[in-house]
């Protein structure tokens, strides 16, 4: 059995745990493996919920849990993030991200961490909106000489954008309707998982 740890429980972190425990049976045919979610580091509490015995306040606890080998960030932004996710790499912990800024400002560093402590720093779910283009990029594309990628790198604000040209409307209602959706974070001021 794999033991993961998630780090924010907002929409992302939440989807992530939602897709995890819905597919878990395909998962473990597909990987020969069991996923299992030992913790999800929130700074709320969610009582009466399937998910409550399992958040923690305390990053150590996941940092320092030998059982947990894979780390799944979702918190968004730098800090905590960023010092969260540099310990997890270097206590030997696989850590997957869909943190924009995250990759932007460390991505180099966090990548020679990986290596050094032999673990994976995954970074594809920050590109694209998690268009698997990364991989392909090393493998499929490793003996071509790409000279220019195009394409939309930010699915939320084409959305808005594509709502305010097309159909007329305001900021406001575009960002409201993307984050009925889920496209775009219901509070992204008030983000969750730090301690």
Not at 28 to 50: H, S
């Amino acid at each position: 059995m794999m033991n993961v740890a998630v780090m924010g429980y907002g929409t992302i972190g939440s989807g992530v745990v939602e897709i995890l425990e819905q597919n878990k049976d395909i998962i473990a045919r597909q990987t020969g493996d069991t996923v299992n979610v030992k913790y999800i580091l929130d700074l709320r509490e969610f009582p009466g919920t399937p998910i409550e015995k399992k958040i923690v306040h305390d990053f150590s606890v996941i940092e320092k849990d030998p059982e947990v080998s894979m780390v799944i960030e979702t918190m968004g932004g730098l800090n905590p993030a960023y010092p969260f996710v540099k310990a997890s790499l270097q206590a030997g912990k696989h850590v997957a991200t869909s943190n924009k800024a995250l990759v932007a400002a460390y991505g180099t560093e966090l990548l020679k961490i990986a290596e050094e402590n032999q673990v994976n720093f995954l970074f594809e779910a920050s590109v694209g909106g998690g268009i698997p283009i990364i991989r392909p990029l090393y493998t499929s594309l490793a003996g071509e000489q790409i000279e220019e990628i195009t394409g939309i790198l930010n699915g939320t604000t084409n959305y808005i954008l594509t709502k305010m040209d097309k159909a007329g409307e305001t900021f406001e209602e575009a960002l409201s309707k993307a984050q009925e959706l889920g496209y775009a974070e219901r509070n992204p001021g008030g983000r969750c998982g730090r301690t």
